[in-house]
């Protein structure tokens, strides 16, 4: 079955950087755009950007705009989020997605001093 795997959250401090790693199987990786969202506590889903099949169409929110960056790598089946500069109102749990139905079970990052 369809399977998205999220790794790479912690606790960090304000102005640090983080990478996120997605690891998707169950299905065709290198023909689907994918994305990451974000979830803060008490608050909506967040998208936060999104990536085409073969990577070569990114699009950002204004959340990650010149602090994230989204990339993926087909044939390891691996999509990440690069976050720089990291704020105490990023902490949330962040999810791979595949559409709007598809997620992980997450990772937590938490920006505290």
């Known amino acids: 079955q369809v399977q998205l795997v999220e790794s790479g959250g912690g606790v960090v401090q304000p102005g640090s950087s983080l990478t996120l790693t997605c690891a998707g199987s169950?299905?065709?990786?290198?023909?689907?755009?994918l994305s990451w969202v974000r979830q803060a506590p008490g608050k909506r889903l967040e998208a936060i950007a999104h990536?085409?099949?073969?990577?070569?169409?990114?699009q950002y929110t204004d959340i990650a705009k010149g602090r994230f960056t989204i990339s993926r790598d087909n044939a390891r089946n691996l999509m990440y989020l690069q976050m720089n500069n990291l704020k105490p109102d990023d902490t949330a749990v962040y999810y791979c997605?595949?559409?709007?139905?598809?997620r992980g079970q997450g990772t937590q990052v938490t920006v505290t001093s």
């Open positions: 169950g299905f065709t990786f290198s023909q689907y755009t």
């Open positions: 990536i085409n099949a073969d990577g070569g169409s990114k």
């Open positions: 997605s595949k559409g709007p139905r598809v």
